[in-house]
Each structure stands twice: as C-alpha cells, then as structure tokens.
C-alpha cells in the first residue's frame, strides 16, 4: 500500500487548503485513515481520523470546527479541508492507514505518507 499526500502550501491566517492522499491499491476501503502533522522540533501529533466507511470521524481539539475529514473510497483518496488556517498550524502534514475498525489517535498506523508542507504565515 502506497500513500501520496498532496495539496499543501503556503497560505495566509484565515485562508484555506485542502490536502488529499491517494491510496494505490484495490482495498483502500479496508483502511481506516488518519491524518497527522510535525511542526519542526516537535512531535507528530493526531489531528483527524476517518473509519473504512466513512460515518464516523475523530477530531484533536486544536482542530475542531476549522477541519473537515472525508473520504471518496472510489476514489481511493482522503481529503483534509482545512479552513480558518493559523500559524499554529504550520507543519509537515502526513496521511496514515491503518487495518483498524477504529480511528486512532495514536501513530501506530501500518502505512504512511510521504509529508506535504503547510505554511501559514502571519
């Protein structure tokens, strides 16, 4: 299993992004998904997660109300829609897949991405 995360960059406070993650594979629908970010000097922390059918989302507090989780399983892609962006949230951005029925929020997923860097700027 193979996961491409694209769609970061640089924005200003309050702007928005949506950040995707392509998922090779026929069996991405047997994956529940997350997505987690690192902020240089800092820990990769939790901060959304999706179940395999998509009814049942997990939010960090940091992020609830600004941040939208979903998933297209025919498409095999996550998205993160970020709005409301504030400098804190500037950092590597990383999609994970786990066989899990459940969300996680710790990094003991079985698949990672590659980060895609997002930005905020003050």
């Known amino acids: 299993v193979q996961l491409q995360a694209s769609g970061g960059g640089l924005v200003q406070t309050g702007g928005s992004l949506r950040l995707s993650c392509a998922v090779s594979g026929r069996t991405f629908s047997r994956y529940t998904m997350g997505w987690f970010r690192q902020a240089p000097g800092k820990e990769r922390e939790f901060v959304a997660g999706i179940n395999k059918s998509g009814d049942t989302t997990d939010y960090a507090d940091f992020v609830k109300g600004r941040f939208t989780i979903s998933r297209d399983n025919a498409k095999n892609t996550v998205y993160l829609q970020m709005n409301s962006l504030e400098p804190e949230d500037t950092a590597a951005y990383y999609c994970?897949?786990?066989?899990?029925?459940?969300?996680?929020?710790?990094?003991?997923?079985?698949?990672w991405g590659q980060g895609t860097q997002v930005t905020v700027s003050s």
């Open positions: 994970a897949a786990t066989r899990s029925n459940y969300v996680l929020e710790s990094t003991s997923y079985d698949y």
